[in-house]
């Protein structure tokens, strides 16, 4: 079974400072990981996604993610946080070998940036 | 495009009701997929469906009930609401399997008494 943990429900931040939003996964093969953000009252948005190749994703709003295969990580980054940035943040993992497709999320990541 | 439409946005049910949630593509995308979002838990996976025709159970399946006629429409029925299934419901689809990433639509909020 593949499973996400994001260990961290809230993640304070002063704005213009670096974040970073911890995820961890477990699959039996190789995974497709992904991160999400959803603002109030809204669907989630796609962020960014490692599939293969370079461990540093980049994605949108001046997001990245690195891809640790030895620590099974894929934490979220950004250099210089906005105020806009404050949202729920999903990382979600797939097992590239699952037939069935499914897409697993963990528990979600609150992020607050104060001015 | 409009992307991902889910109807109705807010619905309050009564114990035993039946109900349809509405959820349309117009992005000819193959996949489509119900999730729920409850507090503390992310996102699970309802039921999901590879293509017109094909359907199949996700995490929490129970009380739900899917159908894909068309590659558009992808509707989730309640068959007898429980307050259990008080939560938000998130459509969502993609070109494939795989590693694409997931569209989704705005999130229907039942509330059942």
């Known amino acids: 079974a593949q499973s996400v943990a994001q260990p961290e429900d809230q993640v304070n931040v002063a704005e213009g400072n670096p974040l970073t939003v911890k995820c961890t996964y477990s699959v039996s093969g190789n995974p497709y990981l992904f991160w999400y953000v959803q603002y109030p009252n809204r669907g989630l948005q796609f962020l960014l996604k490692?599939?293969?190749?370079?461990?540093l994703v980049k994605g949108s709003y001046g997001f990245e993610a690195e891809f640790n295969k030895s620590q099974t990580s894929f934490h979220l980054k950004k250099p210089s946080a906005l105020v806009s940035d404050s949202a729920l943040y999903f990382c979600a993992v797939r097992d590239i070998w699952d037939a069935g497709n499914m897409l697993t999320f963990g528990g979600g990541t609150r992020l607050m940036v104060k001015p | 495009n409009a992307g991902v439409t889910q109807t109705p946005k807010f619905q309050v049910l009564k114990t035993g009701q039946s109900m349809t949630l509405q959820c349309a593509q117009d992005?000819?995308?193959?996949?489509m997929s119900w999730y729920r979002q409850d507090p503390g838990m992310g996102l699970r996976l309802i039921h999901y469906?590879?293509?017109?025709?094909?359907?199949d159970q996700g995490e929490v399946p129970n009380g739900y009930n899917v159908s894909r006629s068309t590659t558009e429409d992808f509707p989730l029925r309640l068959l007898s609401a429980a307050p259990s299934q008080t939560s938000v419901y998130f459509c969502?689809?993609?070109?494939?399997?795989?590693?694409?990433?997931?569209?989704f639509g705005e999130g229907s909020r039942l509330t059942v008494l």
């Open positions: 969502a689809s993609s070109y494939s399997t795989g590693g694409r990433e997931l569209f």
């Open positions: 490692y599939i293969t190749g370079d461990n």
């Open positions: 992005m000819n995308h193959e996949y």
């Open positions: 469906s590879v293509g017109a025709g094909i359907t």
